[in-house]
């Protein structure tokens, strides 16, 4: 059995991560897409080959690139 796991810089150490490695301990071969470029994406690609994680390649065009990711998000109204 194996899984993906496609995460986001925002949530692949508190989301990604936890999931991904239960999967693991479980047996299944797990691989992973870092989606994003930049030194974040580079650690993140690091982490998960430490874990024994399979890494997806994806083609530069289709990366969200680094200067996107800095922007800081917009604020929005609470929900009512």
Not at 19 to 25: E, K, L, P, Q, T
Not at 36 to 59: K, N, S, Y
């Amino acid at each position: 059995m194996h899984t993906r796991f496609l995460s986001s810089r925002s949530c692949i150490t508190t989301e990604m991560m936890p999931v991904a490695r239960s999967f693991r301990d479980a047996g299944w071969r797990v691989k992973a897409i870092v989606g994003w470029a930049g030194a974040t994406a580079d650690a993140a690609a690091e982490q998960c080959q430490a874990e024994g994680f399979e890494l997806i390649a994806v083609a530069p065009d289709f990366l969200i690139p680094a200067i996107i990711l800095r922007r800081r998000p917009i604020p929005r109204p609470p929900l009512s």
